[in-house]
């Protein structure tokens, strides 16, 4: 066991050592950030308010609430 325990070690310290002493490639940030494109025109309508669209539409009038009043 102490054996198989040893030859993982040495198997594994070669990789840990290259691994940290490797550095990875410098990207430039103008190189990874690049500008977004310009959203549809679609997105930049402004949504309609549904609310107001259905309050014109089913608005009861003055005259209509009195003929429906009880006495």
């Known amino acids: 066991m102490h054996s198989l325990k040893m030859k993982g070690c040495t198997l594994m310290l070669p990789l840990v050592i290259a691994g940290c002493a490797s550095q990875g490639a410098l990207v430039p940030v103008a190189a990874i ?27 009861i009038s003055g005259q209509v609430s009195l003929k429906t009043e009880q006495p």
Not at 41 to 50: D, I, K, L, T
């Open 33 to 59: 950030c690049s500008m977004p494109p310009a959203p549809p025109a679609w997105m930049m309508v402004e949504p309609s308010n549904s609310l107001v669209l259905l309050d014109e539409l089913f608005s």
